[in-house]
């Protein structure tokens, strides 16, 4: 018993140094509420704790990660809390004033479809390919949604005096 939990605490250990700023990054993508971001961040690491799933590879489990959170904060946007309750202590997250942040604050307001691919695209490496298979599209809607989506970028940032090479 102490041995199994030991291992699960290392596990968990190791899961959120090696995963929780991505896991972070793609809530606020989502949700862009410091509340809700962070229950859904609490319950994919709560959920990963508790599954204890086997990976075939640091890839897997990574991509394991990123299905579970996207589909946590798909859960909470189409909560019936969420949408027929608003808080007056509903206070979104803000950016510093950054270049770097100046372009994530245009990728957030990007529709939701050419959003999730830049952000795994440019932010997380992933190749067409394994993002197809990781939101159960085609390829060629893949790759539709990322040539409309810089081109949507290059069209918000003109103008601006950033070098990112879209």
Known sequence: MVLSQRK??????????????????????YLRNKSDIEDVFQEVFLRFLQKEPSFE????????????????????????WRNNIHLVENVEVRLEDTPENDLLQVVLSLPKKYKDVIYLYYYEGYTV????????????????HLYRGKALLRRKLEGKEYEYGF
Do not use: G
């Open 129 to 144: 390919p394994a993002m197809a298979k990781l939101i159960n599209q085609n390829e060629n809607t893949i790759y539709s």
């Open 8 to 29: 699960n605490e290392d596990t968990i250990t190791i899961a959120l140094t090696t995963y929780s700023d991505m896991v972070y990054r793609i809530c606020f993508l």
């Open 57 to 80: 590879s640091k890839d897997h489990e990574k991509a394991w990660l990123i299905r579970v959170t996207m589909n946590q904060c798909k859960d909470v946007l189409k909560s019936f």
